[in-house]
């Protein structure tokens, strides 16, 4: 498809799955960290997890297996592997670098709304070399609802001081797209590990296959 897009006053990006290549490593590490110490896990709850906070992914978790499931032994062997795969340095999702330096030229701001708390969300962005191109980050932990609530990128857009109605988001998730669309904002879809939903199809929701098409869109 060609995608059409009118100028924003600001471009907000997911982080895990849209400028990174995270989303595989990730669920990756949930997968082993569950074997390490004994759990049940399922690629399948795993996906459901993608783009929620990580208190909404423990409350699923705790849905499915009950609750008595180790959440926090969990949590923290996946923190030791994850942190591993941050030093070791996440790669980025095709076309970032190129879609940030072409907003830069524009001189669009660019924010991060990510269900990531903020110490993980800085240090990955860090490692890659991506945070000092944003102007501001709103975090999972910074917010009472995570996506699919709007939260995030209201907090997102208020800290670039902009109207959300302005802005363009860019998600790879079901629950981001939902969190955009619910704050106002032009959405693209550019599908990671999920495909886009019956609803989001219906919400007339962009779908592209790369950050390329949003570049190519804003360089017209």
């Not at 180790?70 to 095709?94: M, S, T, W």
């Not at 000092?132 to 699919?148: H, M, S, Y």
């Amino acid at each position: 498809m060609v995608l059409h897009l009118p100028r924003p006053q600001a471009v907000i990006f997911d982080m895990d799955g849209l400028l990174l290549d995270s989303e595989r490593i990730a669920l990756a590490h949930f997968a082993q960290a569950a074997h390490d110490i004994g759990a049940p896990w399922s690629e399948e709850i795993g996906l459901r997890m993608v783009g929620l906070t990580p208190q909404d992914s423990d409350a699923m978790l705790c849905t499915t297996y009950g609750d008595d499931y180790p959440v926090d032994a969990l949590r923290d062997r996946f923190g030791e592997l994850y942190e591993q795969a941050i030093l070791n340095g996440i790669p980025l999702k095709p076309f970032v670098r190129e879609l940030i330096e072409r907003l830069r030229l524009m001189e669009i701001p660019c924010a991060v709304a990510t269900s990531t708390h903020r110490k993980r969300a800085e240090a990955k962005l860090a490692r890659s070399q991506l945070l000092a191109n944003f102007k501001a980050l709103a975090c999972g932990d910074e917010v009472i609802r995570g996506k699919p609530a709007p939260d995030i990128f209201e907090v997102a857009a208020a800290r670039l001081g902009v109207a959300p109605n302005t802005c363009l988001a860019l998600e790879d998730s079901n629950a981001g797209v939902r969190a955009a669309i619910s704050a106002n904002m032009t959405v693209v879809m550019v599908p990671d590990m999920l495909r886009p939903d019956p609803d989001i199809r219906r919400y007339g929701v962009a779908c592209v296959e790369s950050l390329k098409d949003v570049l190519v869109a804003l360089s017209n």
